[in-house]
């Protein structure tokens, strides 16, 4: 009876086993699967919305950005509430058209309002912070917009996205803001994005010495789909070089009209 029973048990195991394994073997292949999340980064320097034909038209500003799907967007020369922007809140605005998230950033007070920096999300913003950059006397306060974001299809992850506009009037204001940015974002465990108007050419010495902890997505030595941008450019996406990033399509976007700057666009990957 006992010698049956246990040849029933074995014959039952030998059955089923191959089923077990094939689920385990199926859930570790569907695991392996999981798309890596694709992030498609817009920097946008938009001239509080002023176009080249000296208009300012904030729904073509929002229409220039929205054909190209960006789930993230650093935007520098936006104002708050000014005058010569009709006492608009322009982020909240393009947020709305876009239908994103946002935040705005704060660097000088203007004509009774604010202007700064923002960023447009696809994802929840989970925190924030505005911080100046450096020297303490500077022609025009320049800062630096850092936030946490959720990327939901990423399994959980966070990464630090930030925009930035570094000073016009000296190589030496934008040295030393440059080695504030690498400070404040070159450590911690979160992939960071640094996107801005650098205003310094992609030889700049300074540019050169950040680009020890940092990679320009128009690199060409990432190959495929990268597009080099003009090398009299000074607008800038870069990717911290100790993350997993991969770089997809880089291009500048050629919008002679709607901003003195083009907008530089980029796919990546983690």
Known sequence: MKTTRSVRLWMLCILFFPLFLGALLAKSVQADEVPKPVLRIMCYNIRHCRGMDDIVNLERTGNAIKKWKPDLVALQEVDKNTQRTNKTDQTKLLAEQLEMHFVFGKA????????????LSRFPILE???ILLPP????EQRGVLIAKIGIPDAQGKVIRFAST????AS???RAVQIEKIDTLLSEGSE???????FNTRPENESVVRFLKN??????????K??????????DFIFLRSKDSWEVLESRTIDDRITSDHMPIFSVITL
């Open 108 to 119: 000088i007070p203007y004509q009774g309002g604010e202007y700064g920096l923002a960023i």
């Open 191 to 197: 992939p960071v994005i640094v996107a801005g108007d």
């Open 128 to 130: 924030h912070q505005m």
């Open 165 to 168: 506009h570094l000073s016009v």
């Open 225 to 234: 789909n990268v597009t080099p941008l003009s090398p009299r450019r000074i």
């Open 136 to 139: 303490e006397v500077q022609q």
């Open 171 to 173: 190589h030496e204001e």
């Open 214 to 223: 940092w990679k320009d997505v128009a690199d060409p030595a990432w190959g």
